[in-house]
């Protein structure tokens, strides 16, 4: 295998100077998808009230993330083949759109149908996102600017929760979906306007048949992550036969990507060197982490412990300020020493101990110790999410970054998707038994229910969050193994090439990818 070393070089070229626009584009355009991911969990609890079908709440998200997962990576190629701004204005009108329908669902079905086109757009929003800034910013440059990374992530991790239960605590839980429309708005205007990524473009022709088999062999996995153990048994003819979709559609697939010009994922990236691979297993970890304690968090927060939505947005924070102060810190240390295996080591081993200690809750746990145990999870995410990115970034060349930062993307919603699946299993699983109690439609009608029902349900809940966060605990003590095999090569210093002053707009003959 190669090293990141023996990668083509990249012209060194100086970072543009107008680079912080850009990325404040770029990065309100992210925004949009992390305040929608913390935003509606705040607000499922309240969604479920309204629609029912609280055995159908995971699939609010999974339908999201398993649509984000399945088109990031056709979203990444097209921004490499076509261009990547054009790319990236379709993915934030994409999601626009499925962000009003949203809002407008009249039933679980109808919102989990419109969450579908979100996620559409969600994929190119990621994919495009991490494309952008690979090009914009060498590995080594791109702790100067975490201080812009963290501020969104600020306000999406943090804002998100206090935004969700306060504008399910005194508006409608709709707008937890139209909050998207002007922040969304104000992104495409400023890309338009702003964004300028001069490059020759690539005549070839896109790897449909690839399109085809990942599509179908991601669909089989989270189908099957969903039914198993709970609409299925997991030796029944209906979970084998997915499972032989996955492995036969994933093995087309490999044959695929060898033998065609463009491949949709070249394969090189995941055997060029094992930095990768190992970086993809932490992003996947990352995933799945993020998305089941955003979701079945305030869950636990507003039915078990009795906090209001607005609450439970607050109660989120000992969670997120952590991710954004520790990976603030962890990319200055990064770029002032170049040192980086540490801190997804450490990463790892903060998820271990906080969703272990989480995974011990019970009725009585009181919410000082919860936020306790969800401050050494937020320290986890923060040494882990980002770093486990630079490394993937470190590991390829820039032909092939597009293709090799939507696979980051794919890997992080995959995870996402599978974990929620998972997760939802579990849970589902554990509540079945009381789903006629009368609060599986709303957490707040618990007062109501005679105390021996009221128990029995609390008591599910319980065991069914407690489930998850042992089942997460676990898949981080593996993540803690890849981490120990990441092997901390040198940081590359060489930034794209450097436009020159006739292509700093589009021009007949350059495209702003």
Known sequence: MS???????????????????????????????MLDNMVVSTAMPTIVGELGGLEHISWVVTAYTLVTAVTTPIWGKLGDLVGRKP??????????????????????????????????????????????IGALVPPRERGKYQGMTASVMAIGTIGGPL????????????????????LGLAALVWLWLNLHVPAKRIKAKIDWAGIALLTVSISALVLAATWAGTTYAWGSWQILALAAVVVLGLLAFITVEKRVAEPLLPLSVFTGHRNYPLAMVLILVAGVVMFGAGLYLPLFQQTVQGASATNSGLLMLPLMIPVVIVSTIAGKVMSATGKYKIFPILGTVFLVAGLGLLATMDTGTSRLLTGLYMTLVGIGLGFTMQMA????????SMRDMGAAMSSVNLFRTLGGSLGVAVFGSLFTRAVQPTLGAGAENDPSALHHLPAAAKTAYLDAVTTGTGHIFLSAAILCALAFIAALLVVEVPL????????????????PTTAAR
């Open 163 to 182: 935004l969700g239960g306060f504008v399910t605590g005194h508006f409608d839980w709709r707008w937890a979906f139209y909050v998207n429309l002007p």
């Open 3 to 33: 090293t990141p070393a023996s990668l083509p070089a990249q012209a060194p070229a100086a970072v543009p100077k107008n680079v912080r626009w850009v990325l404040l584009g770029v990065m309100l355009a992210m925004l949009l998808s």
């Open 492 to 507: 590359k210093k060489a930034g794209p090439p450097a436009p020159s002053a006739g292509t700093t707009k589009d021009t």
């Open 389 to 396: 990115g630079t490394i993937a970034q470190n590991s390829v």
């Open 87 to 132: 790319m990236y204005l379709a993915s934030i009108a994409v999601f626009i759109v499925g962000s009003a329908l949203c809002g407008a669902a009249q039933s679980m079905t109808g919102l989990i149908a419109f969450r579908v086109v979100q996620g559409i757009g969600a994929g190119g929003i990621g994919a495009g996102a991490f494309a952008l």
